[in-house]
T-cell receptor, first 115, second 113 residues
Framework: SAVISQKPSRDICQRGTSLTIQCQVD?????MFWYRQQPGQSLTLIAT?????????ESGFVIDKFPISRPNLTFSTLTVSNMSPEDSSIYLC????????????FGSGTRLTVV | KQEVTQIPAALSVPEGENLVLNCSFT??????LQWFRQDPGKGLTSLLL?????REQTSGRLNASLDKSSGRSTLYIAASQPGDSATYLC????????????FGKGITLSVRP
């Protein structure tokens, strides 16, 4: 399965600022997924990022708040913009290597605290 | 809309005990089911993946079963150890070009020495 390097692992940010999270995969993948895990909750999909096209956002998430870049088949970034304390969460990227039959691999997560 | 339920939310057992974690889902038209482990504040580690056509998968002390018709999966942990303490999440996917994982809320397991 793929190996994902996710950075930063954690950060404490001031409200109103933005943070960009990076995920680097050791192999080429078609789709990359970005999830949010709020404190005490399970994971919720933010968006799906395909190389060469705009990301597809889930209901309740918008591009202005969570812009995503996907410049090539091994890299993606998620930006959390104009942060508020409600954005304090763990953010994770995920990929499927090959087809869904291989299951999903996750990055190590970014623990964001907004103060 | 697919919903995944894991009950109880937390479980505490003494070391050495065999235990079963349950997962149920409302829509049986799944493509596969995956069990993950999450340590506090960390990412997810895949434990076992079961395709919809399979009944079970085993890895070491872990065994996961799937009964698609009844919408249930179990994760069996044999001879539990304190190092098994973590949150265990199950997630299902449906076939499709933009398949996404639908997660349960997880079961937080504590294994007491």
């Amino acid at each position: 399965s793929a190996v994902i390097s996710q950075k930063p692992s954690r950060d404490i940010c001031q409200r109103g600022t933005s943070l960009t999270i990076q995920c680097q995969v050791d192999s080429q993948v078609t789709m990359m997924f970005w999830y949010r895990q709020q404190p005490g909750q399970s994971l919720t999909l933010i968006a799906t990022a395909n190389q060469g096209s705009e990301a597809t956002y889930e209901s309740g998430f918008v591009i202005d708040k969570f812009p995503i870049s996907r410049p090539n088949l091994t890299f993606s970034t998620l930006t959390v913009s104009n942060m508020s304390p409600e954005d304090s969460s763990i953010y994770l990227c995920s990929v499927v290597t090959g087809t869904e039959e291989n299951g999903y691999t996750f990055g190590s997560g970014t623990r964001l605290t907004v103060v | 809309k697919q919903e995944v339920t894991q009950i109880p939310a937390a479980l505490s057992v003494p070391e050495g005990e065999n235990l079963v974690l349950n997962c149920s889902f409302t829509d049986s038209a799944i493509y596969n089911l995956q069990w993950f482990r999450q340590d506090p504040g960390k990412g997810l580690t895949s434990l076992l993946l079961i395709q919809s056509s399979q009944r079970e998968q085993t890895s070491g002390r872990l065994n996961a079963s799937l009964d698609k018709s009844s919408g249930r999966s179990t994760l069996y942990i044999a001879a539990s150890q304190p190092g098994d303490s973590a949150t265990y999440l199950c997630a299902v996917t449906a076939r499709g070009a933009n398949s996404k994982l639908t997660f349960g809320k997880g079961i937080t397991l504590s294994v007491r020495p």
